[in-house]
Structure formats: C-alpha cells, structure tokens
C-alpha cells in the first residue's frame, strides 16, 4: 500500500478508535502533531492508538520514547507501519 | 456551634492482618502484604497483587456469620472492620441512632463479574446475585447486621471514597444532624479493577515502590477500613484515640485520571485541610501520602506536598502502599487507621520499597520506622475524575 | 433549614424542557421502558470531550448546564450527585471486555469512565468548579443522601450549591433487575400504569438538577426544608407512620399541615400495598399526586418528584395529570415527598412555598 492510502486507512481507524464523531479525514493533517496541539489528544488517546497499532497491524509499542515519536503524526505512524506492519 | 469530632474506636483488614494489631505489627516489622495472589482469579497472574489473608469462610467466622452465596467478599471485609471498631468504642447499643457512610468502588463483583453475562441472559438461578451488584449492597447488609437505620448512605468517589466517608461523617457529627456515626470503605480485589489498571498501563510488574525515581506502577488490593466517630458531648469518659480536626474535599478539574504534574489539586485540599484544623504547616508531624507509585500521582503529590510545606519544613512523610497495595475506596479509610496508630504509639512507619531518590523532587519518605512525638497528621488521598481528599487527624 | 431552590433542570422521557408535558405527556405502550428525550448534547457540552462521554455522563452535563445557564452569576461551591447506578453503561461494557478479550490489553476508557464519580468529575471539569465534589450511590436513597449533604454544605459556609439526581437505564441492567421480577412482562401505556394489578413496573430513567441556596432570590422556586431517609427491612406502616411523625416534629409539623403529597406509586403490587395504607392515613383535604407513570421508576426518581414539588409551590397550581385525588385545599403551602423501594428503603423530602 502507498503511503497516502494507509494515512487515508488510517485516519479512518483513528476517527473510530476515538469516537472523533464531527472529525472527517480531510480534517486530519496528517502532519499535524495529533497531541495537545492538531486534534489535541491526551495520554489516554495515546493508550488506545497503542492498541490500534498492536491490534491492526501487530506493532508492539512499549518504549515510552519510541510511543511518543511514532504517534506524534499521522505520517510517523503510517512510515512505521510500512516497515514493520505485519 | 461546630462540634468536635473525636474517634473512639476503628478497625481494619488489609493484605498486612485483619486486624488492628496484625496490621501495627506488620508496620513495626516492615512487612509488605504485597505477593502473589491466593483468591482473586486473574490471567494477569504475573502481576503481584495484595490480598487480605483470610478466605471468605474465615471473614464470615470472624464476623460470626454463616456464609451464604449472597454475601461479597467486599461485604464480610466491611463487616469486619466495622465490627472491630465497634467493640473496640463500646458503642454497641448506640448502633440504631448511629449514621453508617461507607464506600465502595467494586461492589459485589467479585460474586457477579464471573457470571455477569449469564446473570443478562435471565438465569433465573442467579436471581440471589441481583442486589449484590448495588453499591449500596454491602453497607445495607452492613447495617442489617448492626442495627443502623437513618442516615445510613454510601460514597463513591473512586480511590479517595473513604476519605470522603469520613469527612462526611464528620460534617454530619460537627453540624449536630448525629451525635455518632461509623464510617469508612471497603472493597475486594477483582478482575475488573485489575485489569483497568492493566488498560491504563499503570500495573506495577514489580510491586508498588511509592515516590521512588524507578517506580512502575500500582499494585492493587483490597482491605476494609471503619472509625467511630464521636461528638465531645457524648463521648463522656471513654477513651479517645483521637480527633478528626481537619478536612478538605476539593476538585482538580484537570483531566479525567490524570492529576497536573504541579500537583495544583493535592496543594489545594492539604492547604484546606490544615486551615480548617486552625493549625500552621509546621504543626503537621508526620503526612502519610496517596503515594500509588505511579508515575504521575507521586510526582503530582510530591510536588505539592514541596508547595505546601517548603522543602526545608518538609515534616516526615511515608506512603504505606508498599505494604498495602492500593486498596482503592478503602485506602482513605485504612491510611486513617495508620495516621490514629502513628499518634497513639508516637512512631512514623516508614515508605518501604523505596531505593532511589526521585529527580524532580527534593523531599525524601522516611525509609526507617521513627519514635516521634506525633500531635497532628496529615493523611491524602486522591481519585480518578479529581477527587481529592484530605485529612487531618490530631491527638487529644 | 431552607434550601431555596433557585434554578431547576429536568431531562426525563417527557418533553420536560419546557414543561409542556404536563398538559400533553409523552405516551409509550410498545415496551416495559421509558428513555429520556434527549437534547442536542452539542449545545451543552464541549464537543471534544463529548467523544468519551457514556449517556448518563451526557445526561447529566446536560441538565447541569441548563440548571446553571439560568443564574449565570452563581458558581456553585458544591457539585453533589446522587445516583443509584451511576455510570452503568460503562461498567458494564469494561465488565463484558475483560470476559471477551480474556484479559488481554484492554482499551482503558470504558474503564475510566465506570467510575462512579464521572459524571460529578467531568462537571467540575466542564465547568472548572474547584470546590466541594461528591458521588452517593445508595440505591434507591442517593439522591436523599446528596440532598442532606447539600443541606450540610448551606449551613456550613457555602450560598450555594449544585445537586443533581441521575440515573440511567441500560438493557442489561433491565435483563438483570428482570429475573427479580422488577418489571412488568407486557408492555403497558404508561399513563395506565396504575390500572390493574401487577407485580411489575416500568424502568425509567432521568436527570434532574437543582442549584440549592441559603438566600432567597426573586426567582426562588420552592424551598426545601427537610429531608429523611429509613432503612428498615420488612417494615410495616406503623413504622413509616412513627418515622413521618418524628421528622414532621422536628420541623414543628404534622400531616395536617402538610397541602400535598407526592407519592412514589410504581403500578407495582409489590411496592404499592405500603403505599395504599400510607393514603388512607393522609386527611382527606389534601391532595395526593403520583410521577412515575410519566418517568417510569429509577433509582433517583424523587429528584424528578422535587422538579414536580417546586413546580406545584411556583405555579400554586396541581395539573391535573400528577393528581390522583383532588383535595379541597386552595393553596399550596407545604408538600412530602415520600418514595420507598421493596418496604425498606423509605424517603421524605419536605418542601415550602418560598
């Protein structure tokens, strides 16, 4: 898959895993930062797109510096996939 | 005209003895309650747990009940305490004018979460569970046991619920609605709640280690905690083992779970607290803290308790939960036991577990048992939703 | 004591916002429930943290919005809630996961949000009232045991304060409460509901709000001047007699003085035996109205049966739809509230004219 289409995917599975009810996809800058700032996320949000990650795509995501760089965007996490999703 | 509010009786159950001398012993020797699980039946076994060590038969025997299938391990641990605590006042025969405020988070799950969808689906043979699923459940029992017949009520306001009881106990004694009222929190170990904590990635894999630089997380228990609560005017020559001087109930209205890393929460309710006691910070000898171990709650704490007091004036401080785990709506409750056992035997117990100092703070627990002279302590505790509580409990 | 009640909210399964179902109710005969007819959740509460939001937290930042829009001016020093069941919903989903996922990593929001205290929180939240915060969930007294508190609060230091009673229905909660035999097995127009006799009731739900102070105001609805509550197993109506007659002495009252009573009639035959004797000792010039055939029965239902109290002292007028027997009294100057669950739990609530 290219790179724009799993971010398109994946705005989707995050809109879901959310319940971002009134956000579309077009609405997600996919390189907006997604915490405090962007969609202004918290560090609950980033438990529950831990699981997306593990649970879509089997990535493990443990290392709380490694958490933060992959969900920082949209993008980062959508580059991660593409090297390691199963 | 404010009344004074004095406790002349309490007991408790938590993973270090059922009772109040087990539990002081067990703080005099170190002695953490924190291990593998005996009866809660969890997948996340891996995880240590601390359990009160008694089986539901020998709560019901301890409180002379027979067993029957209704009765939650979260009720016989209720039960227990309260009867401690009533022996220990010799108020029996004030029981029916006696207000009861208890606590609960988890019910009577432990009898329902196992057969939860069965119990949907209509079993007609689970129709004795029905009640046992109410939060009012175990008090009511409780109070059928006892006699209590107005005023009887329970709180839930997540991990602060039996600070909260006691602080409405005491309103309801200073404010002249009851002359006594027998408060506290009670819960047992269950899936549900461990495996919240386990949603929220704050289970401890090691064993809670409170205000330590490399604590991961919390460790979950269960315990019961009940006081006696006392106008002056009725107490009349009975002993007094202390007096419920000071108290704060305040919202953070920061996050859903999270507390601010400033800690603007916990400063607010201990600021309260100690100005409602008529007292100054330098007259509190000794603070047991919320102390979880999580990351977030000790940091948060840590740097209030710098705010309140200056870290020069910074009196002794110890979180228990190395011994006890997080008993979560009984740990307000419980840690108000240890705060009145530190006054009437002048000693701080210390914060076990912990090796390494934190890098934002400054404060250091007492890592070592203290003979003190112990006048006013402060005790804290802290919910999910910023349900923040704190009391001041005095010698008289 | 006075509590005057000086702004009210209802959300129920009437179209309660404009209190226009007192002349044209809601009428529901296809099930053994009522819902509450929902606002636009949109107008009351911050969209982004809506997403996290179980019913019965919408219900109630909902009606505790509309309660505190009508006196801008006032923070409430207190946010006190009771509610039988509180976040049911989610304890129930995060109950139903950990069997599902077999305790595997389990999503945390369900589980946050079953906290008892959510909907108290997230008000503070909401609205960043830092004060004095607490949940009573004691079965069919919370809401009882929320107002006492308030009452603690006004003579302690406090103007004024916000309680709410709140309770929402769930489908396994109904399935659950079924095998006891709570509610009726075929469905029935809720305005029959007090035709016949049947073991069962209809399950309801709603959530109602009151900012209570200790001064009174032009717009003060009512006041509240007492409440009581009783836990006795099996008691009989000798006992609620001798319970009324102490609690009406210590506010130097008798039956006689008391205009109106809201009763907590359920079209239960179980409940309903205690009821029927506590009417034949009501003197015969006052009135009696019942409620729950417009909300259906929950927990904190007497919160619903406080908007109707304050609504009856304000307008000084009975509709017609709450009365079951029209006495000769012209004015309304005093009005119980007694509700009780399974003859166990028992409540009064005793409001005046403001």
Not at chain 1, 17 to 31: F, G, H, K, M, Y
Request: with cysteine; hydrophobic share 40%.
């Amino acid at each position: 898959m290219k790179e724009e289409e799993l971010i398109e995917k994946l705005k989707a599975e995050i809109i879901e895993q959310l319940s971002l009810e009134d956000i579309t996809p077009a609405d997600i800058d996919a390189d907006a930062p997604l915490f405090v700032e962007g969609l202004g996320l918290d560090s609950i949000d980033a438990i529950e797109l831990t699981h997306l990650l593990d649970r879509n795509y089997g990535i493990k995501l443990e290392d709380p510096k490694a958490r933060r760089e992959v969900l920082a965007s949209v993008r980062s996490m959508a580059q991660l996939i593409a090297k390691q999703g199963k | 005209m404010r009344r004074r509010v004095f406790v002349t009786g309490f007991g408790i159950l938590s993973a270090i003895g059922c009772d109040v001398e087990s539990n002081y012993s067990s703080l005099l020797s170190g002695r953490s309650g924190i291990g593998q699980a005996k009866f809660v039946k969890t997948l996340l076994d891996r995880y240590p747990f601390a359990e009160v060590p008694a089986s539901n038969e020998e709560l019901a025997a301890k409180a002379g009940l027979r067993l029957e299938p209704f009765h939650s391990r979260t009720f016989l641990l209720g039960l227990c305490a309260a009867k401690e605590a009533i022996r220990m006042a010799g108020c029996e025969d004030q029981l029916p004018s006696m207000a009861l405020v208890g606590s609960t988070t988890v019910a009577g799950m432990d009898l329902t979460e196992s057969c939860y969808v069965r119990m949907v689906e209509e079993d007609p043979t689970l129709k004795y569970l029905v009640d046992s699923m109410d939060c009012s459940d175990a008090v009511n029992r409780m109070a059928s046991v006892l006699g209590n017949r107005n005023m009887v009520s329970s709180v839930s306001t997540a991990c602060s619920s039996s600070a909260n009881a006691i602080i409405v106990g005491t309103r309801m004694i200073s404010s002249g609605l009851a002359d006594r009222a027998l408060v506290g929190g009670m819960d047992s170990l269950v899936r549900f709640s461990i495996n919240g904590f386990n949603a929220l990635e704050i289970l401890s894999p090691t064993g809670s280690q409170p205000f330590d630089q490399n604590r991961d997380g919390v460790t979950p228990s269960e315990g019961a905690a009940f006081l006696v609560l006392e106008a002056e005017d009725v107490v009349g020559n009975r002993r007094v083992y202390g007096e419920i001087k000071g108290f704060a109930n305040a919202n953070a209205a920061f996050h859903q779970t999270a507390s601010s890393p400033n800690g603007e929460g916990a400063l607010a309710v201990i600021s309260k607290a100690i100005e409602k006691a008529g007292l100054q910070p330098s007259e509190i000898d000794y603070v047991n803290a919320h102390g979880t171990g999580t990351k977030n709650n000790d940091l948060s704490e840590g740097r209030a308790l710098e705010a309140a007091f200056g870290v020069e004036a910074m009196p002794l401080f110890s979180s228990t939960k190395g011994y006890t785990g997080h008993p979560f709506a009984a740990a307000g409750a419980v840690e108000a036991v240890f705060s009145l056992l530190a006054i009437n035997n002048q000693v701080v117990f210390p914060n076990i577990n912990f090796k390494t100092p934190m890098e934002e703070l400054s404060i250091r627990p007492v890592t070592t048992l203290q003979k003190k002279e112990i006048r006013n302590v402060l005790s804290n505790s802290f919910g999910f939703g910023g349900a923040d509580s704190s009391l001041i409990i005095s010698k008289v | 004591m006075q509590a005057y009640i000086n702004s009210v909210s209802l959300i129920s399964p009437q179209l309660t916002h404009d209190g226009s179902f007192l002349t044209h109710p809601l009428v529901n005969e296809l099930a053994c429930v009522m819902n509450c007819v929902e606002p636009v959740y949109k107008e009351y509460i911050n969209p982004v943290a809506l997403r996290r939001m179980s019913h019965v937290v919408k219900l109630g930042l909902a009606a505790s919005a509309i309660c505190m829009r009508q006196l801008p001016d006032v923070r409430p020093e207190a946010v006190i809630i009771g509610s039988g069941l509180a976040c049911l919903s989610d304890l129930e989903k995060f109950t139903r996961l950990v069997e599902e996922y077999k305790e595997e990593t389990l999503p945390p929001i369900p589980f946050i949000n079953s906290a008892h205290n959510t909907v108290a929180a997230q008000i503070a939240m909401q609205h960043k009232l830092t004060g004095y915060n607490i949940t009573y969930c004691h079965h069919f007294l919370s809401f009882e045991s929320a107002l006492r508190d308030a009452f603690m609060c006004l003579s302690e230091d406090m103007q004024n304060v916000l309680v709410g009673g709140i309770d929402e229905r769930t489908s396994d909660n109904f399935h659950i409460y079924n095998i006891a035999g709570f509610w009726r097995k075929e469905p029935v127009n809720n305005l029959d509901l007090f035709k016949g006799s049947y073991p069962g009731t209809l399950n309801g739900e709603g959530a109602a709000f009151f900012i209570l102070s200790n001064e009174k105001s032009d717009g003060s609805l009512a006041c509240v001047t007492g409440v009581h509550t009783l836990l006795l197993p099996n008691s009989t109506i000798e006992d609620v007699n001798q319970e009324l007659e102490v609690f009406l002495k210590k506010h130097s009252l008798s039956k006689e003085d008391i205009d109106l009573f809201i009763l907590g009639r359920n079209g239960s035959n179980v409940y309903d035996s205690l009821y029927g004797q506590f009417e034949e000792e009501i003197p015969q010039s006052a009135h009696i109205a019942y409620y729950k055939h417009l909300c259906g029965e929950y927990m904190t239902s007497s919160s619903f049966a406080m908007w109707v109290a304050s609504n009856v002292l304000s307008s000084q007028s009975l509709p017609d739809i709450l009365t079951f027997r029209r006495g000769s009294r012209q004015d309304f100057h005093r009005v119980l509230i007694y509700n009780q669950a399974l003859g166990k739990e028992h409540a009064f609530i005793l409001l005046e004219r403001a």
